[in-house]
Protein backbone atom coordinates (compact mmCIF):
# COMPACT_ATOMS: atom_id res chain seq x y z
CA UNK A 1 0.00 0.00 0.00
CA UNK A 2 2.86 2.27 0.66
CA UNK A 3 3.79 1.67 -2.75
CA UNK A 4 0.96 2.33 -4.36
CA UNK A 5 0.36 5.69 -2.10
CA UNK A 6 3.82 7.03 -3.34
CA UNK A 7 2.88 6.04 -6.87
CA UNK A 8 -0.43 8.34 -6.62
CA UNK A 9 1.62 10.82 -5.10
CA UNK A 10 4.32 10.68 -7.93
CA UNK A 11 0.97 10.93 -10.39
CA UNK A 12 -0.72 13.85 -8.72
CA UNK A 13 2.92 15.87 -8.60
CA UNK A 14 3.25 15.29 -12.20
CA UNK A 15 -0.34 16.65 -12.77
CA UNK A 16 0.34 19.64 -10.94
CA UNK A 17 3.61 20.23 -13.06
CA UNK A 18 1.75 19.70 -16.22
CA UNK A 19 -1.01 22.13 -15.42
CA UNK A 20 1.56 24.80 -15.35
CA UNK A 21 1.01 24.82 -18.79
CA UNK A 22 -1.96 27.65 -19.30
CA UNK A 23 -3.65 25.27 -22.07
CA UNK A 24 -3.33 22.36 -19.99
CA UNK A 25 -4.99 24.04 -16.92
CA UNK A 26 -7.66 26.09 -18.98
CA UNK A 27 -8.63 23.03 -20.56
CA UNK A 28 -8.78 21.28 -16.93
CA UNK A 29 -10.88 24.11 -15.38
CA UNK A 30 -13.93 23.88 -18.32
CA UNK A 31 -13.62 19.98 -17.70
CA UNK A 32 -14.77 19.41 -14.68
CA UNK A 33 -14.38 15.40 -14.61
CA UNK A 34 -10.67 16.15 -14.56
CA UNK A 35 -10.62 18.43 -11.78
CA UNK A 36 -12.34 15.82 -10.12
CA UNK A 37 -10.07 13.20 -10.87
CA UNK A 38 -7.26 15.15 -9.85
CA UNK A 39 -9.06 15.04 -6.07
CA UNK A 40 -10.32 11.58 -6.63
CA UNK A 41 -6.40 10.41 -6.86
CA UNK A 42 -5.59 13.15 -3.71
CA UNK A 43 -8.17 11.83 -1.17
CA UNK A 44 -8.40 7.83 -2.11
CA UNK A 45 -5.30 7.27 -3.74
CA UNK A 46 -2.63 9.45 -1.72
CA UNK A 47 -4.29 9.92 1.34
CA UNK A 48 -5.95 6.53 1.78
CA UNK A 49 -2.91 5.22 0.83
CA UNK A 50 -0.81 6.26 3.43
CA UNK A 51 -3.47 5.91 5.71
CA UNK A 52 -3.87 1.82 4.75
CA UNK A 53 -0.24 1.73 4.84
CA UNK A 54 0.18 3.34 8.18
CA UNK A 55 -2.88 0.70 9.42
CA UNK A 56 -0.65 -2.23 7.70
CA UNK A 57 2.31 -1.32 9.90
CA UNK A 58 0.33 -1.29 13.26
CA UNK A 59 -0.43 -3.92 15.06
CA UNK A 60 -4.07 -3.18 14.52
CA UNK A 61 -4.29 -5.72 11.79
CA UNK A 62 -3.69 -9.37 11.18
CA UNK A 63 -1.58 -10.16 8.20
CA UNK A 64 -3.91 -12.69 6.48
CA UNK A 65 -5.47 -13.50 2.91
CA UNK A 66 -8.84 -11.96 3.30
CA UNK A 67 -6.87 -8.58 4.37
CA UNK A 68 -4.79 -8.55 1.23
CA UNK A 69 -7.79 -9.69 -0.65
CA UNK A 70 -9.91 -6.72 1.04
CA UNK A 71 -6.81 -4.13 -0.12
CA UNK A 72 -6.74 -5.26 -3.28
CA UNK A 73 -10.42 -4.74 -4.05
CA UNK A 74 -10.17 -1.15 -2.96
CA UNK A 75 -7.23 -0.36 -4.89
CA UNK A 76 -8.75 -2.20 -8.00
CA UNK A 77 -12.01 -0.09 -7.18
CA UNK A 78 -10.09 3.14 -7.03
CA UNK A 79 -7.71 2.36 -10.36
CA UNK A 80 -11.91 1.90 -12.44
CA UNK A 81 -13.27 4.54 -10.93
CA UNK A 82 -10.44 7.26 -11.52
CA UNK A 83 -9.77 5.64 -15.18
CA UNK A 84 -13.53 6.12 -15.55
CA UNK A 85 -13.38 9.47 -14.29
CA UNK A 86 -10.74 10.76 -16.57
CA UNK A 87 -11.52 8.67 -19.62
CA UNK A 88 -14.66 10.88 -19.46
CA UNK A 89 -13.07 14.16 -19.09
CA UNK A 90 -11.08 13.36 -21.84
CA UNK A 91 -14.35 12.38 -23.84
CA UNK A 92 -15.45 15.79 -23.10
CA UNK A 93 -12.50 17.86 -24.25
CA UNK A 94 -12.50 15.42 -27.72
CA UNK A 95 -15.69 16.25 -28.23
CA UNK A 96 -16.94 12.69 -27.99
CA UNK A 97 -19.89 12.63 -25.60
CA UNK A 98 -20.76 10.33 -22.67
CA UNK A 99 -19.06 7.17 -22.09
CA UNK A 100 -21.81 4.86 -22.28
CA UNK A 101 -22.91 3.77 -19.65
CA UNK A 102 -21.03 6.16 -17.59
CA UNK A 103 -22.82 6.34 -14.43
CA UNK A 104 -23.77 2.73 -14.11
CA UNK A 105 -19.72 1.47 -14.80
CA UNK A 106 -19.12 4.32 -11.96
CA UNK A 107 -21.46 2.95 -9.53
CA UNK A 108 -20.60 -0.38 -10.05
CA UNK A 109 -16.60 0.33 -9.66
CA UNK A 110 -17.55 2.29 -6.67
CA UNK A 111 -19.11 -0.34 -5.03
CA UNK A 112 -15.80 -1.93 -4.48
CA UNK A 113 -14.25 1.06 -2.51
CA UNK A 114 -16.40 0.06 0.65
CA UNK A 115 -15.87 -3.38 0.21
CA UNK A 116 -12.31 -2.82 0.55
CA UNK A 117 -12.50 -0.85 3.73
CA UNK A 118 -15.35 -3.25 5.07
CA UNK A 119 -12.61 -5.92 5.15
CA UNK A 120 -10.13 -3.67 6.67
CA UNK A 121 -12.51 -2.75 9.30
CA UNK A 122 -13.69 -6.52 9.80
CA UNK A 123 -10.00 -7.76 10.33
CA UNK A 124 -9.30 -4.91 13.01
CA UNK A 125 -12.14 -6.14 14.34
CA UNK A 126 -11.24 -9.79 14.80
CA UNK A 127 -8.21 -8.52 16.17
CA UNK A 128 -9.07 -7.01 18.33
CA UNK A 129 -11.18 -9.69 20.01
CA UNK A 130 -8.07 -12.33 19.47
Excluded at 66 to 78: D, P
Excluded at 85 to 108: A, C, E, H, R
Aim: aromatic share 14%; proline share 2%.
Amino acid sequence: MLRFALFCFVLKIASQSVSLIPEISNTAFQHKNLVIGFIHLTMLGVISGFLFSYILQSNLVTQNRNLNIGMAIFVIGFILTELIIISQGFMFYFGIGLLPNYYLLLFISSILLPLGIVSLIFNIYRTRLL
